[in-house]
């Protein structure tokens, strides 16, 4: 008897590990059920699998309602929806990492109760477009880039920040970089991105941040103070862009990189980093720093009725920009943004009443 008990347990072992050697785990399975109301398509989603679509969130397009939920407390991952063609594509909208709310964070966020944790420009209003793709890692693709370039033009966007991008050798080329130009040339839309962290060797900087003369590419600048606050260093060390900091100058001569900004900030994060805030650097930091600050500037102009446009905008900055001495220009730029200069540059220059 035990001989046959041994012999049906191996059997049953060896069934199993053949399963397991051919099994394939698709992750999480969720049942969305998708419906229009009427008024609106909507959609309900099973996110904690338990076959029970009553205590879920009933939601729509996110740009009707401006509605998101939660697949639960254990992940704390929230999630937005987009219904196409006729219900038929359910798009189920979530971060690929922290990146995107840090970025925003140091642009726009809003503590009416904590101000010393406000970003640059803490009344702005956002449009959060996704362009990186979960199933490739946050990469982002063409399709998704154009999308958004659609969106900021549909939404009456005047400000881009991008803090995204690659190497790239044919700067000014390619139908991303016309159709950015289209929405800077045409559209009057400030567009703002991060020059890359491939430096310091030269040739470094990335697309569309230093690839695009319609873009504002920026560096990553780094002080004294934050070098002693956020790397611990025992000594002061004079200003200067970050080491890893892309340069210039592009194939076709350009300097690439049109100005610099601080590259290291604290700033938020989403719910399922169980952290309200971090820290990170890069030139991803240093584009919303300058992004942010332009805002302000935009912000004084419409409410003192000042004429601009996203040509005075990017001359005024460049042309004010605070030269880092002892640096080189494919580094900085023009120099480190001063805002204050700018919005005196171009206040001076413009029509009187």
């Not at 880039?145 to 991008?162: A, E, F, P, S, Y």
């Not at 990553?220 to 790397?231: D, F, H, I, S």
Request: aromatic share 6%; charged share 20%.
């Amino acid at each position: 008897d035990d001989k046959d008990q041994r012999q049906e347990w191996q059997a049953r072992l060896d069934a199993v590990d053949g399963m397991l050697k051919s099994y394939k785990d698709p992750g999480p399975i969720f049942d969305c059920l998708v419906f229009h109301d009427g008024t609106h398509w909507q959609t309900v989603i099973d996110t904690n699998q338990d076959g029970d679509l009553n205590d879920e969130s009933v939601l729509t397009n996110y740009k009707t309602k401006r509605q998101f939920a939660s697949f639960g407390e254990a992940s704390q991952l929230n999630y937005a929806v987009n219904i196409r063609q006729e219900g038929n594509l359910l798009s189920i909208v979530v971060p690929s990492n922290m990146h995107g709310t840090h970025v925003a964070g140091i642009v726009g966020g809003h503590y009416p109760h904590e101000p010393e944790l406000n970003g640059l420009a803490p009344g702005v209003q956002f449009v959060s477009v996704k362009i990186g793709d979960s199933r490739i890692d946050g990469m982002e693709t063409g399709s998704a880039v154009v999308r958004g370039l659609k969106t900021v033009l549909d939404h009456g966007c005047q400000m881009i920040n991008m803090s995204y991008g690659e190497p790239t050798r044919l700067p000014n080329q390619g139908r991303i970089m016309r159709l950015i130009e289209e929405v800077v040339h045409e559209h009057r839309v400030i567009f703002v991105a991060s020059a890359g962290n491939a430096g310091p060797a030269l040739n470094t900087v990335g697309a569309p941040g230093g690839s695009s003369s319609a873009v504002i590419g920026v560096g990553a600048y780094v002080t004294p103070t934050m070098r002693m606050a956020g790397y611990s260093l025992r000594r002061e060390q004079p200003d200067m862009p970050f080491t890893w900091s892309s340069r210039g100058p592009t194939a076709d001569g350009s300097v690439g990189v049109s100005i610099c900004a601080p590259g290291g900030a604290l700033s938020p994060v989403p719910n399922w980093t169980l952290r309200r805030n971090r820290w990170a650097n890069g030139t991803s930091m240093s584009s919303p720093n300058a992004c942010g600050s332009i805002a302000l500037l935009l912000s004084a102009f419409e409410h003192e009725k000042v004429p601009y446009s996203a040509h005075s905008i990017r001359r005024a900055v460049e042309n004010t920009a605070q030269p880092i001495l002892g640096e080189d220009r494919t580094a900085q730029g023009y120099g480190l943004l001063q805002i204050d200069r700018a919005y005196e540059l171009l206040k001076s220059k413009s029509p009187m009443p």
